[in-house]
């Protein structure tokens, strides 16, 4: 079902909710929608009350002024509030791990189990590699625009041959952003840092980190320690893990969410199948989001 509500700032925020159960919040990436959670949200309707709202600037809802970590997780908390749910999980991707962790943070007692998919706890630039992800689209949008940007966005996120369908998927959402929104909410990361309240986590978390992602592994095995949280490397994956490694990531977030064991560590693995990939999005709450509000 499709709603509609006003945020704390005043602003439309859209979202979607399926099934029932324990609730179960899941935040998108950057350049991204709640759509993109249609490959999770087929495998955890039946179990679990998904909510799942498109961030502020990002999919239909409205864009902020100026956007911050914090702002964003309040923005969420507001929604939760107005569905009248006190206890809830995370799971969280890229940018939106950051929100659900900030989340997190400011209501320790409030999130039961937290998963942070391709995350980090700090954005702030302390590796060439994080200057690189801030500063190149910061340059290349500009001068390009959102096209060439989505292009290369999905040319780095599905580089295989077998992964044609994903791409061409990726490309297309992406490039209906907003410069000044994936700007916006790009450089909202590099401003913000949860390490110095690691401590304050309340929350059973589980850390899906890909074996090729573009932030380094060491630092989310440092944070896995930190946070005292089991972590899963996908093998073979690379920052898309929710879309290339569908079935690693559903059967872990299923046992975060049942508090059962993690799948043996041979099923961490990227999929391969080109007709998987082909037909991952067909009759599923993507299509539902396209509809709109």
């Known amino acids: 079902m499709a709603n509609l509500k006003v945020s704390p700032n005043g602003n ?3 979202y979607l909710t399926r099934g029932r159960g324990e609730a179960v919040m899941f935040i998108h990436g950057l350049g991204s929608s709640g759509a ?13 009350r998904l909510i799942v709202p498109d961030l502020p600037g990002s999919g239909y809802s409205e864009p902020l002024e100026q956007y911050s970590i914090p702002e964003l ?6 929604l939760l509030d107005h569905l009248d749910i006190h206890r809830v999980n995370l799971i969280g991707f890229s940018l939106g791990g950051a929100v659900a962790l900030e989340m997190a943070l400011q209501r320790p007692g409030c999130v039961q189990r937290l998963g942070l998919i ?3 706890a700090t954005y702030r630039i302390d590796h060439w590699r994080k200057w690189l992800e801030a500063w190149v689209p910061a340059i290349l949008i500009p001068l390009f625009g959102m096209r060439v940007n989505a292009w290369l966005v999905a040319a780095r996120l599905f580089p295989q041959p077998w992964q ?19 700007l916006g909410l790009g450089m909202s990361l590099t401003r913000w840092s949860a390490l110095d309240r690691i401590g304050r986590l309340a929350a059973r978390t589980l850390i899906i980190a890909a074996e090729h992602d573009y932030t380094p592994l060491g630092e989310k095995l440092a944070m896995a320690a930190a946070m005292r949280a089991d972590i899963v490397v996908v093998r073979g994956s690379r920052h898309g893990t929710p879309f290339d490694s569908t079935a690693a990531v559903n059967a872990c977030l299923v046992s975060l969410l049942t508090d059962e064991p993690l799948p043996p560590a041979e099923q961490w693995t990227c999929d391969r199948s080109p ?6 999005f067909a009759g599923t709450i993507a299509e539902e989001h396209a509809l709109g509000p």
């Open 73 to 78: 997780a309040r923005t969420l908390w507001a």
């Open 12 to 14: 439309m925020l859209h």
């Open 118 to 120: 391709n995350s980090l």
């Open 164 to 182: 044609r369908a994903l791409r061409e998927r990726a490309a297309a959402v992406v490039r209906t952003v907003s410069a000044r929104e994936y």
């Open 275 to 280: 007709v998987l990939h082909a037909r991952k």
């Open 36 to 48: 993109d959670w249609a490959l999770q949200a087929a495998a955890l309707e039946h179990r679990f």
